[in-house]
Nanobody, 127 residues
Framework: QLQFVESGGGLVQPGGSLRLSCAAS????????IGWFRQAPGKEREGVSC????????NYADSVKGRFTISIDNTKNTVYLQMNSLKPEDTAVYYC????????????????????WGQGTQVAVSS
């Protein structure tokens, strides 16, 4: 059974940085994608970024392009989300999950295609 544990959230001032980690266990064979998502109070869950298991395919929401960078370390079964130039609107609970039906050409951002959700980590951007 696939399981994910997110960590690295916290309180940061606008313009600051955080690095989130998504540690995975129980992986299956084959190609897959790992995605980062966020959900703010009263808002729908949205896709932030995703990466293919080989690291060759990445995708970003327009709202985070140029500020966030996703990466994967297969030796540690961990996906990272480096978040720079944080804004108050980035405040949310951040989750990671897996898309076991992803194609190598491009990972997908819609959250509905993902399963095996972690418990989330809170990110708050405020002065």
């Amino acid at each position: 059974q696939l399981q994910f544990v997110e960590s690295g959230g916290g309180l940061v001032q606008p313009g600051g940085s955080l690095r989130l980690s998504c540690a995975a266990s129980g992986f299956t064979s084959g190609y897959y994608a790992i995605g980062w998502f966020r959900q703010a109070p009263g808002k729908e869950r949205e896709g932030v970024s995703c990466i293919g298991s080989s690291g060759g395919s990445t995708n970003y929401a327009d709202s985070v392009k140029g500020r966030f960078t996703i990466s994967i370390d297969n030796t540690k079964n961990t996906v990272y989300l480096q978040m720079n130039s944080l804004k108050p609107e980035d405040t949310a609970v951040y989750y990671c999950a897996a898309d076991l039906h992803s194609l190598p050409a491009n990972c997908r951002l819609p959250w509905v295609v993902y399963d095996y959700w972690g418990q989330g980590t809170q990110v708050a951007v405020s002065s």
